[in-house]
Structure formats: C-alpha cells, structure tokens
C-alpha cells in the first residue's frame, strides 16, 4: 500500500500566449499511493485540468519532476508516454469521448489493439469488462443508443480494460444527472475499494467528492490544502457559508 | 497490430461511404483511362507493326528514273530502264539476302463462269521470301518456269475466292487474257498494305512468261522494280550505296549526271509511320495519367479534410495509447485501401471500355499485363504518395490539443 503511484516534486507549468507566458502551475508538490481515492477539487482556472493532463502524460509539465510507478515521466519521449497512457493509466473524461461510429464492443477493446493483443482476446477482454460495468446485454449497440450514465460505463469499461494501475477521471459526472452520477460514483469506489486500483478525480462538486478518501485544493496554480476528506468537508463548507 | 489497423481503416471508410467512393472515382477514372488509352494507342501501333511485316523486312524498291535525252528530261518511269541483268547483278552484291525484278500489269481473268480482273505481278520465285509471303496451299514456281516462260500462277487470296469460290484451286487451269495457266497455289492472306490497298488482290506468274506471253515489252528484258531484301536493318545503308554505283556503272551514267533509275528504302518509311503510332500510343498514355495524378491529388484533399474532421477521434485515440506511428498507419492504410480498390474497379472499367472500343468501331485494342501492372503500380505509389502527407499531420499532432479540438 505504502508504494508511489504519483510522485510529484515542484511541477510548473506556463503556457505561452501573445502576452507572454502565462504560470498556471506553481511548484506542486504531490504523492498518491498504491490504493488511493483521490479527489481534487479547486474553482476554475485554479489549474486542476493542466494538472490531470500533465498527470495523464497528455502534455508535458515546463519544469519539476513527475514519476509515474518510478518512472521519470519527463524524459520519456511521445512514444513511450503512449505505452504508458495504454498499459498504466485509464482515462475517465467528462465528455465520455468514445468513438461514435464504433460499437460498445469495439470503444472497449479500442485500448487493446494498440498494445497488439489479438482480436478473439480484445474481444473477450471487453466482454469481461462490460459485464463488470453491467452493460454485457449493450455490446453491439452504438454510444448515441444508449443513456449518458451508460456511455460513462463504458468509458470506465474501456479505461479498465488494461488493467491499469491508475484511473484518471476529470469530472466524470460533469454531464450527468444526480441520481446516474451517484451510480457512477459507487461504480468507482467499488473498483478502488474490491481491485484496489488507485483513483484520481477531478470535481467541483462536493458531494461528489464525498467518495474519496483524501482531498487535494488547488488554487491559483498552488496546493492549498491535501489531506483527509472529513476536515476538508468542514473548511468546505465553512468557505461556503 | 497491421490487421487490427485495416479494420480500423476499413471502419471508418465505411463510415462515409459517399465520400469514399467519390475519392475513389478519381482513382477509377484515373486507372481506367490510362489502361483504355494505352490499349487503344497500343492497338493501332500493333496494326502498323502487322502491315509493316506483311510488307517485308529490310525492303528496297529500285524504280526506272528519270531519262534526259537531248536536254528533255522524261520523268520517273516514263522509260523501262531496269534489267533482268540489273537484277542479277544486285544479287552477286554482298549482303543482299534476295533480288526479285517485277513487271505488274493488270489482266482479266476467267475460270468457268467467273471472272476478275486483277493485277498480275511476273517475278521470280524470290519474290515470296522478299515479301515474307507464304503459300497456304499448293507450291511456288521454280527457276526452270523463268528459264522456260512456263504459263503458271500463283492466287491471292481474294482472287482465289472470287474465281473459285469454295472450290480448290490448286491444279485447276484458268484463262489469262485466253492464256491456260496452272494454277500451283494460293498465297496466305496478307490484308490491308499501309495505303489501304487489298495485297491478297494480286496474281503472280514468272516474270518471262508475263514479259513475253501476257504483256510483252517494248523493251525485252525490261521490269518494271526491281525489290532487294538486305540481310539485316544495319547493313542496309551499305547495301544502298553499293547498289547505286554498281547500277550507275551498269547504266554508264557519267559523273555528276541525274540516276535513272530511284532506290527507295521502304523499311525507313515505315519505321516512320510506326514511330508516329509510338509517339500517339505514348501521348495517349501520360495525357491519361494526368487524371490519374488528379484522382491522387483528390484523395489528398479528402485525406486532409477527414484528418482535420476527425482531430478528436485521434486525440481519443492518442489518450487511450496509441503511438504516432498506429495514427500514421491508420490514415495511411485508408488511402491506401482507396487507391488500391479504385484501382482495380478503374482496370475493371478500362478492361471493359477497350472491349467496348473494339467491338463498336473495330479499332484493334492490346491490353497488356505490363499496361495492367503499371497502372497498379502506380495507383499504390500515388496512394502512399498522396497518404503520407495528411497522415503525417495526423501522426504529429500533440494528443492534449487533438483531445480538446471542437
């Protein structure tokens, strides 16, 4: 359990535009172990989409160290970050993001082709997957057949298919009614709590924070608060009063 | 990996299939025209190449020239001035492969009920291998028929037909102007000469009996042409020259003063005639393979408007774990695909338009595997060729600004 997932060590990050370069992020310091459910929370532009990007190694931090399971993420080159996005991370994105000429069958066992495993066993695998997710019966449907909370499902279905030691999802349930979101959030802390795989998720709502075990404040590109969820609550709700 | 990635390909060529099959067309007519147009332009240069070799090969044709008498000046043939002497003379010049004099007239003819009237060439035995002439039936008439005038005959096709109808005219005796003739046998078909004339139109008896029994001459021993076989192309240019100054010695033409007599090179001029079919048949061909480097450019076009189209779907797939190199193959594979099977439609159509071509207006039409080949050799490189480009701007793009593109 006491094993690095996620160490992060003074990570900036700017952006250049017209006017120059733009900080976003300003010396984070972070580290999630094996089994943790994390939530991160901060108001917009507070940098917490920048920072679940550089996390997914979907782009790349300006300077500060970010090792992956031991690994210096920094110095891989856009290859190897693509080995790593498809055999140790799955992504979880508010849009869903499936393909939408593709079956549910084929969304699922995408991850799969591009680690070179064999059609009979991507198939088997997504199969697996859906099952887990509860959605076998949907498998030869299209995403826009089926409701948002089932295509979330399948995404989580797809992320999971590797096997992954990481789950990274930004706000899941940005696109879902309350009640699916609930759904949706019970499925996550059932995969941290029976696989053990760790979860980092982005969110603004509080409630739907509540799943996690530690909660992680950014604002204005800085950490301001990493700890358990139950003292956050209060400050939370003390902030909002 | 290389076959999930042709599904992948295949998938999303399905996915529009409007839009695949007009970037295909291009292709399609693109391949089909340069295989129709090469096999039309290869058709007609097959024709000129047949009457070329009906023709003969390394052919010269002596003609009587001009005679000046007194400071008149009679013009080409006016006066017979080539001899059966001539004649044998050329053959003792080094490599002349055969000699033979002519004397054409035309006569009527009858046997039984029909007649006809033809041209009647006399000539020596030499005359069917100058041609490359062969006898479908029956034998050619030997020196001794020279020596002796004998009265025999040699049918071309057509008069054979026309006097014999189905009847086997080997043997049978028909009437030159009311001279019995044997007939020893029928000429294989020649068909259409370059000018359009009918060759198998033509009788052929020894030159003496046609000089002396069917024509006669004003001057006895005189023919009309005479025509040399060289032993090959490179020789004949030697051959030509040696001709001249022995005929101009033989004649007693003094230096200086015009020939009467003209040697043509017949081989030169249709060497000519089947460069011209050459260069038309090669015209047709890269007038034909501009459309297929549009068809290529179409498929660029297409090829870069899906990769800007579908920006997110390879930032999905970028984010899920694909490499530059899957997106690239991808993409690649896709236009690849397009080129490949508008290709093989577009030699599908070519294949069947030369057909039609040929069956509408008789034009001869050669479709050969190397024209077949080619077009698909070419149709894969201008698909790679015209791929890569939009695949590489796919491959390169950065997965966090592919996965946010709207």
């Not at chain 1, 499902?153 to 979101?181: C, H, K, M």
């Not at chain 2, 076959?3 to 970037?23: I, K, V």
């Amino acid at each position: 359990m006491a094993e690095e997932v996620i160490l992060i060590e003074r990570l900036y990050k700017e952006y250049l535009t017209d006017a120059g370069p733009v900080p976003v992020l300003k010396g984070v310091q972070m580290s999630v172990s094996s089994g943790e459910f994390l939530a991160i929370m901060g108001p917009s532009g507070s940098g917490k989409s920048t920072f679940m990007n550089i996390l997914g190694c979907l782009d790349v931090a300006t300077s500060g160290s970010y090792l992956l399971n031991g690994r210096d993420v920094g110095s891989l080159d856009r290859d190897e970050l693509a080995r790593l996005r498809n055999q140790v991370i799955g992504f979880v994105f508010q849009g869903f993001n499936l393909l939408p000429r593709a079956s549910i069958e084929d969304n699922v066992a995408l991850p799969l082709i591009y680690r070179g495993t064999p059609r009979a066993e991507r198939l088997q695998l997504a199969n697996e997957m859906l099952a887990k997710v509860g959605l076998a019966s949907h498998r030869n449907s299209r995403p826009n057949q089926i409701s948002g909370g089932q295509q979330q499902r399948v995404a989580i279905a797809r992320a999971l298919v590797n096997r992954p030691q990481l789950i990274l999802a930004d706000e899941p349930t940005g696109n879902l009614d309350t009640a699916t979101s609930k759904e949706i959030m019970a499925l996550f802390a059932e995969l941290n709590a029976r696989d053990g795989i760790t979860i980092v998720l982005v969110t603004h709502e509080s409630d739907i924070a509540v799943y996690a075990q530690r909660l992680v404040r950014l604002a204005d590109g800085r950490i301001v608060y990493d700890g358990p969820l139950a003292n956050a609550a209060a400050t939370h709700l003390e902030s909002t009063v | 990996m290389i076959w999930a990635m042709f599904g992948e390909a295949w998938a999303a060529m399905g996915a529009n299939r409007l839009r695949t099959f007009l970037t295909m067309l291009g292709m399609v007519i693109g391949v089909g025209a340069v295989i129709l147009m090469l096999a039309v332009g290869q058709g007609a240069q097959q024709q000129v190449q047949a009457s070329i070799a009906s023709m003969g090969s390394n052919l010269f044709i002596i003609l009587s020239g001009s005679v000046t008498s007194g400071g008149v000046r009679m013009g080409g043939g006016a006066t017979p001035t080539l001899t059966l002497l001539d004649a044998q003379a050329i053959e003792e010049l080094p490599s002349v492969a055969a000699v033979a004099p002519s004397s054409p007239g035309t006569a009527q003819m009858v046997y039984g009920p029909n007649n006809w009237s033809t041209q009647v060439i006399g000539t020596t035995p030499s005359f069917l291998t100058v041609r490359d002439w062969r006898l479908e039936e029956g034998f050619p008439f030997t020196d001794s028929d020279i020596r002796s005038a004998t009265r025999v005959a040699l049918l071309g096709r057509t008069v054979a037909q026309n006097l014999f109808g189905d009847e086997d005219p080997v043997g049978k005796t028909i009437r030159i102007k009311n001279g019995p003739y044997v007939v020893l046998g029928v000429l294989a078909g020649k068909g259409q000469s370059l000018d359009g004339r009918d060759q198998d139109d033509t009788v052929i008896v020894p030159v003496t009996t046609a000089q002396r029994k069917l024509f006669g001459s004003q001057f006895v021993g005189t023919v009309r042409f005479i025509m040399v076989q060289a032993e090959s192309a490179e020789a004949m240019p030697a051959v030509e020259k040696s001709m001249n100054e022995l005929l101009r010695q033989r004649h007693r033409i003094r230096d200086g003063a015009d020939s009467d007599f003209t040697v043509r090179n017949l081989t030169a001029v249709a060497n000519t005639a089947a460069e011209t079919a050459e260069v038309m048949s090669l015209m047709l061909g890269a007038i034909a393979s501009v459309s297929l480097l549009v068809g290529g450019i179409g498929i660029m076009n297409i090829m870069l408007v899906s990769v800007t189209e579908r920006t997110r779907e390879i930032g999905i797939r970028m984010a899920i774990g694909a490499c530059g190199r899957d997106i690239l193959l991808q993409f690649l594979l896709e236009a690849i695909i397009i080129s490949v099977i508008g290709c093989l439609i577009g030699v599908g159509l070519g294949v069947g338009g030369a057909l039609i071509v040929n069956k509408a207006s008789g034009m001869s039409v050669v479709i050969t595997i190397g024209s077949i080949v080619m077009s698909f050799v070419v149709a894969a490189t201008v698909g790679i060729f015209f791929g890569w480009y939009p695949a590489r701007k796919a491959a390169g793009m950065k997965p966090i600004d592919a996965l946010r593109y709207q």
